[in-house]
């Protein structure tokens, strides 16, 4: 089911090829299923190159695939140089690796540093005594006199961050689930052992790597508690509103200054080699803009971060998007961003911010074309281009610990986590040919890649179409954005780069509008797959609609 023959190359080294880059993101173990088991594999990944070659993206960020007991799904690393065996074996990743390539895809693995599998050779060694070769690789402290933990730290996924073990009579610290404890990364040998896989897999042939976590590598050394978050402060942008995280500011647990020098040496292990570049997740809600500009300013550190804002719950507006971009050009004036509405950790966008409105095809390939328009790097999400929706998965069908933990109020990640959905007439719609491990939703089906490939209309065209329109412009890659003063429901902007300006405009609602052609002279840009209409004194968007014109 190949959409085009593709046998295209890597570019010559191009350093900055990641200014711009539209990058999209597989979730291995819902990918493709290659050997019946119900679970996606990197056998799987490799025949669907061709497919992904085809929307136009430029890299791939695969989501953990590392030997792992999965409790977290991959996010708790029992081994960082091997693939688990659900997934295939190292050979396969060669043989993904070097299909990518012939077909011009970058891969970028997603490396998780902060924290192991207890299961970890590393801690069942830290564990083990308080005095042997790795007792200092994790963060150990005693209990207060009273026996309770030696904070108020919390966790994300649920109660205290500190977890009791019997053998050395302490509490280690876990940031996420009990079974992944944090990484103690002041302490250099740990430091020397993480930049030891990051070469490995740089050695191996990939391209660069998305840094779950980022922001959690380092703790206050001194445990201090955290203060209080006052109630108008808190938000809902890395942890859903029904967990207790959300009332502490998080000054000492993470965000913690040490890592800036951490952060340099991983990107001079990455600066030996050429044409790699790391995106960063930033975990928080109140400081996530400034922490993305400390870590990507100077040009030694990352090269770029992605934080919350577009992927919290809070209503997509013109408002609201020229907020973010004025915000992050504030926090960070020497960053760049990478944008993503979707992701495996978030409510799918189509329905988060889809409730009410008729007709979902055009919202999607409104907002598709809006990510692809911001000036920064973007993520797109497997399943987006298909405008999936978030599936409703039965409690007694959750894989997710958070959601478990939670429930009902907040139903964990499985929902956007349900398989691909490649062909409506086969079983598990052409994902697995056994049992998937998760529910296929029923209302997926009607949109598979295998009927949308026969509608020109539909928006998976759509993507590649707008793919290849910004492909044509520099100006969406690397270019400026200057904000122009139209009205709600309209949203508009300029993206200029050299001598190239482009107009866009979108109208963010389910009504047509009309508003005045600027001064400036401009002829409408074509190939983006809008209907939009340019008249001598106004232009005409259609609902949902999107306007691009190049200035003369």
């Not at 069942?124 to 026996?147: H, I, L, M, Q, T």
């Not at 139903?411 to 409506?424: A, L, V, Y």
């Not at 340019?534 to 999107?546: F, V």
Request: proline residues 6%.
């Amino acid at each position: 089911m190949t959409s085009q023959n593709v046998t295209s190359t890597l570019p010559a080294v191009d350093r900055d090829w990641w200014r711009g880059a539209v990058i999209y993101q597989i979730y291995p173990r819902s990918y493709q299923d290659s050997n019946g088991d119900g679970i996606g594999d990197l056998k799987g990944i490799t025949a669907r190159l061709p497919y992904i070659a085809g929307l136009g993206v430029d890299a791939i960020w695969i989501s953990p695939f590392f030997t792992s007991p999965m409790k977290d799904f991959g996010y708790d690393v029992s081994n960082y140089k091997g693939v688990d065996p659900i997934f295939g074996l190292l050979a396969d990743f060669d043989e993904m690796i070097a299909e990518a390539h012939r077909l011009g895809i970058r891969v970028m693995i997603d490396l998780v540093l902060s924290h192991t599998s207890d299961q970890h050779p590393w801690f069942v060694e830290s564990r083990s005594s308080r005095f042997n070769a790795k007792a200092d690789w994790y963060v150990w402290a005693d209990s207060k006199p009273d026996g309770t933990p030696p904070n108020n730290w919390l966790s994300i996924f649920g109660g205290s961050a500190w977890a009791w073990d019997p053998t050395r009579l302490q509490y280690y610290m876990h940031n996420f689930l009990t079974s992944q404890p944090d990484l103690n990364l002041h302490n250099e040998e740990v430091q020397n052992a993480l930049l030891d896989v990051e070469r490995f897999w740089l050695e191996r042939g990939v391209d660069g790597f998305r840094l779950d976590t980022i922001n959690f590598y380092f703790h206050d050394k001194e445990l201090r508690d955290n203060p209080a978050l006052a109630p108008e402060r808190r938000n809902a942008n890395t942890a859903p509103a029904v967990n207790p995280y959300n009332y502490q500011e998080h000054l000492y647990d993470k965000n913690r200054p040490e890592n800036l020098a951490f952060l340099r040496r991983f990107r001079g292990v990455m600066d030996e080699f050429p044409a790699i570049a790391a995106v960063g997740e930033v975990g928080d809600s109140q400081r996530g803009l400034e922490i993305a500009g400390e870590y990507t300013s100077g040009g030694d550190k990352v090269h770029m971060c992605y934080a919350f804002e577009f992927l919290a719950p809070d209503p997509l507006t013109p408002a609201r998007v020229a907020e973010v971009l004025h915000d992050f050009e504030r926090a960070a004036p020497e960053g760049w961003a990478c944008w993503a509405f979707s992701n495996h950790d978030v409510v799918r966008h189509i329905s988060r911010w889809g409730e009410g409105i008729q007709d979902h095809e055009a919202h999607a390939k409104m907002l598709s074309a809006l990510l692809m328009s911001l000036r920064g790097s973007v993520c797109i999400y497997q399943g987006e281009e298909l405008a999936l929706t978030e599936a409703d998965i039965a409690f007694e069908d959750l894989q997710d610990p958070y959601g478990i933990q939670f429930w009902p109020d907040f139903k964990g990640r499985d929902g956007c986590r349900t398989p691909m959905i490649w062909d409506s007439e086969k079983p598990a719609g052409g994902f697995s040919e056994g049992k998937p491990w998760l529910p296929v939703p029923a209302e997926h089906l009607a949109r598979a890649v295998s009927v949308q490939e026969h509608d020109m209309r539909s928006v998976l065209h759509h993507y590649r179409r707008f793919l290849a329109f910004r492909k044509q412009h520099a100006c969406f890659a690397k270019g400026e954005i200057h904000f122009r003063p139209y009205a709600a429901p309209v949203l508009g902007f300029m993206r200029q780069h050299g001598s190239e300006e482009m107009l866009c405009l979108f109208n963010m609602s389910g009504e047509p509008v009309t508003v005045e052609r600027p001064a400036e002279r401009i002829e409408a840009a074509l190939g983006h797959g809008f209907d939009s209409h340019l008249g001598e004194t106004r232009i005409t968007l259609p609902a949902w609609g999107a306007f691009f014109a190049r200035v003369l």
